[in-house]
């Protein structure tokens, strides 16, 4: 879609918050520029990024909500850590955990880059069916982590499908 287009199809709604999503949105090289566009007219903006690209061209004032690839994924070797260093309080990061590996990784990582992280926004999800809910709530409060329980809602609320309506 055009930048046009995209703000053609958000006025469609009577809503301030956008987030951006996909596949991986840094993938598009107009991205950084569209987020910048979407601030200017006074929309708040959300980027989820697989935390694979560089953030640094991304507006300071976007929330980013980095994914760091576990190693059940079979993409941890991909993580940028640096986009760590870039985090403000506003900005999540989260782990999607399938397996204890996974969770004693995202300890370790939080452990690394503790003094930058932004405490109160980091995010433990379980690999839906593969991992449950209920498994990885009690791993965290064993740990005493200081994480939250994040659940894939479409998942519970549109369970056959692989969007929402």
């Known amino acids: 879609m055009s930048l046009t287009d995209i703000f053609s199809e958000i006025a469609k709604y009577q809503c301030r918050l956008v987030e951006i999503t996909g596949g991986e949105p840094l993938l598009q090289p107009d991205t950084p520029k569209l987020i910048h566009r979407l601030i200017k007219k ?12 560089d953030t640094s061209n991304v507006d300071k004032r976007t929330m980013k909500i980095i994914d760091i690839k576990c190693p059940s994924s079979n993409e941890s070797d991909k993580n940028n850590f640096i986009n ?73 609320i549109w369970p056959n499908k692989d969007r929402g309506v």
């Open 42 to 53: 006074g929309f708040e903006v959300m980027l989820e990024t697989n935390g694979t690209f």
């Open 84 to 156: 760590l260093k870039r985090l403000t309080t506003n900005d999540q990061i989260k782990f999607v955990i399938g397996t204890r590996e996974d969770f004693e990784y995202a300890k370790n990582i939080l452990e690394t880059y503790r003094p930058k992280l932004p405490i109160g926004n980091i995010l433990f999800s379980p690999v839906f069916n593969i991992l449950s809910g209920e498994e990885l709530a009690k791993w965290i409060l064993e740990e005493n982590l200081n994480v939250r329980l994040q659940l894939q809602l479409h998942k519970f």
